[in-house]
T-cell receptor
Framework: DTGVSQNPRHKITKRGQNVTFRCDPI?????LYWYRQTLGQGPEFLTY????????KSRLLSDRFSAERPKGSFSTLEIQRTEQGDSAMYLC?????????????FGNGTRLTVT | SQQGEEDPQALSIQEGENATMNCSYK?????LQWYRQNSGRGLVHLIL?????REKHSGRLRVTLDTSKKSSSLLITASRAADTASYFC???????????FGTGTRLTVIP
């Protein structure tokens, strides 16, 4: 178990630029989640994949956000035309398919700063 | 938006004391989980309690769940400086595939 890996750890970008983050889940986990966390708050759900299928998206995920999980392995989260309000920690988590009782395994996140 | 509220928002105790954190939620749940987060890191799963369970233990952790009051508590006994972190409750809700996290309790254990 090598854990969930996220890259990069930190990203600083100028407003209006596009950014892409990568998440490598635990290899045998077929569920993958993206969450966003702002300072002093708990994680907020963005989207969820089961294998390669994106099964659920939060209303927080505006049309500037897109996520993919080709071949059901790693996932990418892209933010287009970044805004200062996008500054946050973006967390990826994975789990085995045990339904709603599955504990999540989190990566250490990508901290995005939009200037 | 957060679905749970932790109380207190911050807690400071001496090493060796017990720490109790509370979580309240609003909807019907399948399970409730507690996670720990060190500063600048991801969350680590601590313990899961199912909706038909009332109490669960794991090492120095004790979790209770009262579904009639929609509340849970996490007790950390004999705290250590290394327990300093933020603690979050998260609910697995009926019909949902993701977890809904609370706002967290920031615990500081003073050596």
């Amino acid at each position: 178990d090598t854990g969930v890996s996220q890259n990069p750890r930190h990203k600083i970008t100028k407003r209006g630029q596009n950014v892409t983050f990568r998440c490598d889940p635990i290899s045998e986990h077929n569920r993958l989640y993206w969450y966003r966390q702002t300072l002093g708050q708990g994680p907020e759900f963005l989207t969820y994949f089961q294998n390669e299928a994106q099964l659920e998206k939060s209303r927080l995920l505006s049309d500037r956000f897109s996520a993919e999980r080709p071949k059901g392995s790693f996932s990418t989260l892209e933010i287009q035309r970044t805004e200062q309000g996008d500054s946050a920690m973006y967390l990826c988590a994975s789990s085995l398919d045990k339904g709603p009782n599955s504990p999540l395994h989190f990566g250490n996140g990508t901290r995005l700063t939009v200037t | 938006s957060q679905q749970g509220e932790e109380d207190p928002q911050a807690l400071s105790i001496q090493e060796g004391e017990n720490a109790t954190m509370n979580c309240s939620y609003k909807t019907s749940i399948n399970n409730l989980q507690w996670y720990r987060q060190n500063s600048g890191r991801g969350l680590v799963h601590l313990i899961l309690i199912r909706s038909n369970e009332r109490e669960k233990h794991s090492g120095r952790l004790r979790v209770t769940l009262d579904t009639s009051k929609k509340s849970s508590s996490l007790l950390i006994t004999a705290s250590r400086a290394a327990d300093t972190a933020s603690y979050f409750c998260a609910t697995g809700q009926t019909g949902a595939n993701n977890l809904f996290f609370g706002t967290g309790t920031r615990l500081t254990v003073i050596p």
